[in-house]
């Protein structure tokens, strides 16, 4: 899915990845607490920070749709942890 894509079906399905993680798609950053999927240096990067900062990356892939395909199972995931 594209990211348009993922944002209409993460808001339609009311998804959460929790009250202390933010959602970042624009850029990579080290905040702590964040899961995020950016184009950056020609691959799309799917990352999470720890509580301390510093990010790390989790997957790399060539295209918008695998990447967003990749986030979308690893908010679900996250989803899922936070509403148990």
Known sequence: MTKQEFLKRYK???LTIGAEYIM???S???EP???GCVYNQ???KI???GERGGHYVIKEK???EEAFDYFYQEV?????RYSN
Not at 76 to 80: A, G, K, Y
């Open 76 to 80: 679900l995931i996250q989803n899922r």
């Open 47 to 49: 990352f999470k920070t």
């Open 12 to 14: 339609d399905e009311k």
């Open 24 to 26: 970042v798609l624009d």
């Open 42 to 44: 020609g691959v799309w």
């Open 28 to 30: 990579i950053t080290d």
């Open 62 to 64: 060539d295209s918008e």
């Open 33 to 35: 607490l964040v899961l």
